[in-house]
């Protein structure tokens, strides 16, 4: 209709991860080159844009900003939700924006993870324990159940949803747990994260 607003969702086959984040009780999500999406600061999702190499639509722009706002608010809401991350530390030096952008992000990553219902970890290039983590993906899990979770796993202009029929799926939460096994504690990830943040900021000067 003449007049009428249409907002933007993001992307088609993303639109079934935001049902998921809303309905699961506990996601685990893996962050191998990016920080992941609902951990984004608006300065460093916008910077993402820019990194394109192409003029982006400014409110898709606008709308995926807004999007990744609303999520934020999650991590800090009532409810019974549970978030666990586990970030390469290739994604925490990856300049995106520049020093300045990634030492913000990086600051709010340790802000994140004081919230009583979000546990973030960090795997340093010097870990002693090789887990394969060169790909994104997210565990949805409902309930107690292991046998109703479901997968998401991005690629390039796509992601694939695996759901409990297929046998890939189990393989995810394990490879999850080792991951988290292969990391720095709570604590010491985020020691790490800021003493990280403080380096690019000197590096401003």
Same mark, same amino acid.
């Given at each position: ?93 990856? #300049? ?5 952008? *990634?030492? @913000?992000? +990086? =600051?709010?990553? &340790? ?5 009583? /219902? ?49 046998? #890939? ?5 394990? *490879?999850? @747990?080792? +991951? =988290?096994?292969? &990391? ?5 990830? /985020? ?15």
């Amino acid at each position: 209709m003449a007049g009428e607003t249409t907002l933007y969702l993001g992307p088609r086959w993303f639109r079934a991860y935001r049902d998921l984040e809303l309905g699961a009780t506990e996601i685990m999500e893996v962050g191998s080159e990016i920080i992941p999406g609902i951990l984004q600061t608006e300065a460093y999702t916008r910077a993402m844009f820019a990194a394109y190499g192409s003029e982006p639509d400014e409110e898709v722009v606008k709308e995926t900003v807004a999007i990744r706002a609303e999520r934020r608010t999650r991590l800090d809401q009532a409810g019974e939700t549970h978030y666990s991350f586990v970030l390469s530390e290739s994604s925490l030096r990856r #300049q995106i924006g520049g020093r300045s952008v *990634l030492a @913000g992000q +990086l =600051r709010h990553l &340790a802000e994140v993870s004081l919230l009583p /219902r979000v546990t973030l970890q960090v795997v340093p290039f010097d870990s002693q324990s090789y887990q394969p983590m060169s790909f994104n993906f997210t565990v949805f899990r409902f309930g107690r159940d292991m046998g109703d979770d479901i997968v998401y796993s991005e690629m390039f202009g796509g992601a694939v949803y695996l759901d409990k029929p297929t046998e #890939q799926v189990p393989v995810y939460p394990e *490879l999850f @747990g080792r +991951l =988290r096994g292969a &990391a720095l504690g709570p604590m010491e990830s /985020r020691s790490f994260i800021l003493e990280l943040a403080d380096q690019f900021a000197a590096q401003q000067t």
